[in-house]
């Protein structure tokens, strides 16, 4: 068991699961936009009664499991020892095999940002059956955050069992904070619901989606309502730290819709490994 092994064992173990679990991460982040797109295409045409279009081929199939991983540029199928998590592309330097194509950096990224991630969780909370529910957590934040931040959409295959998913979390291991949660869920989605219409009736825009009220429910759901004014402040001071530093050095992103999701991400994770500290700090600021 993980939880018996000393810490020089249980962290490199945990950092090479976190690695792996990043690696998954990253089919998710690629495939779950395509196959949302995919699923949103084929209902229009059965709303609208048209006929898919006829060419003599099936229509590709994408899941979390097919097709086998491939270079973007050649399709070209990844041997299984280029595609071990940060070493294969570090081995390949960044290019595919065939065709040399370049190969983005995200993909080692999520994976680093992964293995940090499942890292933080156990050195902080322990080895345990709720961490191991932490890391989910935080993993299904990092899914989401790339995927909004690619797409601009958070999908409900993943907010909606995270927000379930934190009640169950503390039905399991909190039962005494289960009204907190539930009240977190609830008041999370609320606040960011009313600050959409208010921005919009005011302004006449949309300030933000949908997705970004799941989110922020589902973040109450595992934190309680009364870390829902720290989560709000984290993203909102971490959006405009980035949104200043976007308009000052990146002009062509300049006037560019943002997303909020990885703001929200990013309030998560830290809720999650600092959240009490924090809190206590909070607090006595308040009451200064």
Not at 74 to 99: S, V
Not at 131 to 140: F, M, V, Y
Not at 193 to 213: P, V
Request: proline share 8%; aromatic share 10%; with cysteine.
């Amino acid at each position: 068991m993980f939880v018996d092994l000393p810490p020089e064992l249980l962290w490199p173990l945990t950092f090479l699961l976190g690695l792996t679990l990043g690696s998954f991460a990253n089919v998710v982040i690629a495939r779950l936009p395509a196959m949302m797109m995919l699923q949103w295409r084929t209902d229009a045409r059965e709303e609208l009664g048209i006929p898919e279009e006829s060419t003599g081929t099936a229509p590709p199939r994408i899941n979390l499991v097919t097709p086998r991983s491939h270079c973007p540029q050649c399709a070209t199928p990844i041997a299984w020892h280029d595609n071990i998590p940060l070493l294969g592309y570090i081995k390949r330097r960044g290019r595919c095999a065939h065709c040399h194509a370049s190969i983005s950096a995200h993909y080692p990224l999520v994976e680093l940002a992964g293995g940090t991630l499942t890292l933080a969780v156990v050195v902080i909370h322990g080895a345990s059956l709720a961490s191991l529910a932490l890391i989910g957590l935080c993993l299904t934040l990092l899914t989401l955050a790339v995927i909004d931040l690619r797409t601009h959409l958070l999908p409900d295959l993943l907010t909606l069992p995270l927000l379930w998913a934190g009640l169950l979390y503390q039905l399991l291991f909190q039962p005494a904070f289960l009204p907190s949660a539930v009240i977190g869920a609830m008041a999370g989605y609320f606040v960011l619901w009313t600050f959409y219409w208010l921005f919009k009736l005011i302004t006449g825009k949309e300030g933000m989606g949908y997705g970004d009220f799941k989110l922020l429910a589902a973040l109450g759901a595992w934190t309680g309502w009364q870390m829902l004014p720290l989560l709000l402040v984290l993203s909102a001071s971490v959006g405009a730290i980035v949104g200043i530093l976007v308009q000052l050095f990146v002009p062509r992103l300049r006037g560019a819709p943002m997303p909020f999701g990885p703001y929200l991400s990013m309030a998560g994770w830290i809720a999650v490994l600092f959240g009490v500290p924090l809190m206590a700090i909070y607090q006595a600021f308040l009451l200064s």
